[in-house]
């Protein structure tokens, strides 16, 4: 049925209104934005805030220019706290200030707070609808307490305690309350010293304790130890997809692009991409010195030639994929930067096998095209220039995390480019060795 209704050209509101929330916005995000609009007024208030709060911010501000003052006033108040204060980022100054006046001084102050933070910190991505508990409660009295903020609240599958002074004491568990004796006390069922971030934190180090602990959100604690809001579970699922686009997009030499792919516009993917291949062409122009400075070697063995693009990608693919691998680890803290020497001794008995079965099979091409000195040079050029890849692909992220640097920088452009200079030098300096009386 899904799939049907996302595929239809018209959408009564019966059938926007059986679509899941996530469904509806992934259409609306193909449709004109007063179409879209139109759509959303049909909802019930509820189901029109959760479902523009799973559009892209850039649909968001196009579809908000097509609703009156009021309306997009009631649907800020019906937004969850942090997907409202990331909406009103996305605005611009002229219709915050035509909004501001429309909404209420509670709800003004906490889109102000929320948006204070910088972009990327926990406190970002925070919500500050939570529940809380005082300790000297009962068990019976924090149901009720739970009950009666569940309904503006992110969730109630934990609640905060919190000391008068909002600072955390602990968590507990709706769970726990609901299987623990009537008169027994909140303190007593807490989880103390729970784990925490705090509001500069950056954001990926939530979704990393979220995911370690297995927590369906973290607490976050301000500069002065109180209590400000929660990072929940789907919001660190939406950092690390974040996050892991920009690695992605990093190590394929691109910036970071603010929107999705296929709203970019073509100047912004130029923008994006031109830096990293200016760079690098200049830097290829190292391996064509290296070229012109055997010259004489070219001219009196010509057969080399025919293997160079060969060595040098084999080398360049392999320090990517070893680049690949330490970003990774290095993104997910299965390496540390003191592990680096260890792993450099497994990685370079990697490659020498790698580069070992690779000299193999090159070699037999080499005898049968050029003989057995060509098939010698092309066998230990093969050997030594993916013992060298791995190296720079391994070292590289280190080095750039050692100097504050993200390693994801690391581009698999950067590594083949180096990789192909170094495989360029490689090659004549042996064959220059090798063949040269």
């Known amino acids: 049925m899904t799939k ?8 009564t509101p019966d059938a926007a209104a059986a679509l899941h929330p996530a469904d509806l ?4 995000e193909r449709r004109a934005p007063k179409e879209a609009w139109a759509i959303l007024a049909a909802l019930p208030l509820a189901r029109r805030a959760e479902t523009f709060g799973y559009l892209e911010a850039a649909t968001q501000v196009a579809i908000a220019a097509e609703a009156d003052l009021r309306a997009l006033a009631e649907l800020l108040a019906a937004m969850d706290a942090d997907e409202r204060a990331d909406f009103w980022t996305a605005l611009d100054e002229g219709l915050r200030e035509k909004l501001s006046p429309a909404l209420a001084a509670a709800e003004r102050e906490d889109i102000r707070r929320l948006a204070s933070y910088p972009p990327g910190t926990a406190g970002a991505v925070m919500t500050s609808e939570y529940a809380t508990l005082r300790p000297e409660m009962t068990a019976r009295e924090a149901i009720e307490a739970l009950r009666a903020q569940a309904a503006s609240k992110e969730t109630i599958a934990v609640a905060y305690v919190l000391s008068p002074q909002r600072r955390l004491l602990g968590t507990v568990a709706l769970e726990d309350l609901v299987v623990a004796r009537a008169e027994e006390r909140v303190e007593a069922l807490m989880r103390r010293d729970p784990p925490f971030v705090r509001a500069d934190d950056d954001a990926e180090e939530a979704a990393r304790l979220i995911a370690r602990y297995d927590l369906p959100a973290i607490p976050v604690i301000n500069g002065g130890e109180m209590m400000v809001g929660i990072v929940t579970a789907d919001d660190a699922m939406d ?11 990093k190590a394929g030499g691109t910036s970071g692009l603010v929107v999705s792919l296929r709203d970019a516009s073509i100047g912004l993917l130029y923008r994006k991409r031109i830096s990293w291949l200016i760079v690098l062409v200049f830097a290829n122009i190292f391996s064509g010195a290296g070229i012109a400075a055997f010259e004489d070697v070219i001219a009196a063995n010509v057969a080399l030639v025919f293997f160079l693009p060969l060595l040098i990608d084999s080398g360049g693919n392999a320090g990517s994929q070893s680049a690949t691998l330490m970003v990774r680890a290095l993104a997910t803290g299965d390496a540390q930067l003191s592990d680096w020497a260890r792993m450099m001794g497994r990685e370079m008995a990697v490659a020498a096998l790698l580069g070992g079965t690779m000299a193999l099979v ?10 057995p000195e060509i098939a010698l040079v092309v066998a230990l050029t093969m050997v030594c220039t993916v013992m060298v890849g791995s190296l720079i692909g391994l070292s590289l992220p280190v080095l750039l995390s050692r100097f504050g640097f993200d390693p994801a920088t690391a581009s698999a ?3 083949t480019t180096i990789a192909d200079v170094s495989g360029v030098l490689i090659y004549f300096a042996i064959a220059s060795a090798l063949l040269v009386g």
């Open 25 to 28: 916005a992934a259409l609306l």
């Open 413 to 415: 452009p950067l590594i």
């Open 4 to 11: 049907t209704l996302l595929g239809a050209a018209t959408l």
């Open 239 to 249: 950092v690390a997809e974040i996050e892991a686009t920009e690695d992605i997009q």
């Open 362 to 371: 090159v070699s037999l091409i080499g005898l049968v095209r050029a003989g």
